[in-house]
């Protein structure tokens, strides 16, 4: 879904987030909007948002080629939030670190989290692991527990 560009709800400035249950020696992301920690061998990369859409992501590359990747994106209408936020099939919203998302597994691969705050930003929280090991699974879940947006309200009715 691209963002629409009708008017945005009012725009509340937040500080900056502080990442959540971060293991000693982990680096920390600090985004415009979000923070996010990873294990000291982890790197990470910005990525322009889709054309047509105002954003930004950033991709967190392991060692052994592991990806995590978290999309934010801006200026979603109220029809658009109220769309996104209808009930998944998956299942009710989980919380990943807290926050409560919508998560879906797609082609048995691709683990994805979906959040939408009362400011009418969504972040995705996409990994590419669901044929890796148990560990492995295990330690992405981690990091994206350390997820913070700058406002952690959500927008959709839970």
């Given at each position: 879904?691209?963002?629409?560009?009708?008017?945005?709800?009012t725009?509340?400035?937040?500080a900056?987030?502080t990442?959540?249950?971060?293991?000693?020696?982990?680096?920390?992301?600090?985004g415009?909007?979000f923070?996010?920690?990873?294990?000291p061998?982890?790197?990470?990369?910005t990525?322009?948002?889709?054309?047509g859409?105002?954003?930004?992501?950033?991709?967190?590359?392991?060692?052994?080629g592991?990806?995590?990747?978290?999309?934010?994106?801006?200026?979603f209408s109220?029809?658009?939030?109220?769309?996104?936020?209808?009930?998944?099939?998956?299942?009710?919203?989980?919380?990943?670190?807290?926050?409560?998302?919508?998560?879906?597994?797609?082609e048995?691969?691709?683990?994805?989290?979906?959040?939408?705050?009362?400011?009418?930003?969504?972040y995705?929280?996409?990994?590419?692991?669901?044929?890796?090991?148990?560990?492995?699974?295990?330690?992405?879940?981690?990091?994206?527990?350390?997820?913070r947006p700058?406002?952690?309200?959500?927008?959709?009715?839970?």
């Amino acid at each position: 879904m691209t963002p629409s560009s009708s008017a945005a709800p009012t725009t509340t400035i937040y500080a900056p987030p502080t990442p959540a249950n971060v293991p000693t020696g982990w680096q920390v992301y600090s985004g415009p909007h979000f923070t996010i920690a990873y294990p000291p061998d982890w790197s990470y990369k910005t990525n322009s948002p889709p054309t047509g859409s105002t954003g930004m992501s950033v991709t967190l590359k392991g060692p052994g080629g592991d990806q995590i990747t978290v999309q934010e994106l801006y200026g979603f209408s109220d029809s658009q939030v109220r769309d996104s936020c209808r009930p998944n099939p998956n299942g009710p919203p989980m919380k990943l670190g807290g926050i409560p998302m919508t998560y879906e597994v797609v082609e048995g691969v691709y683990r994805d989290w979906q959040f939408f705050n009362s400011q009418h930003d969504s972040y995705n929280l996409t990994v590419l692991d669901g044929n890796q090991p148990q560990a492995t699974q295990a330690l992405h879940d981690q990091i994206l527990a350390t997820f913070r947006p700058d406002d952690p309200t959500p927008g959709c009715s839970q």
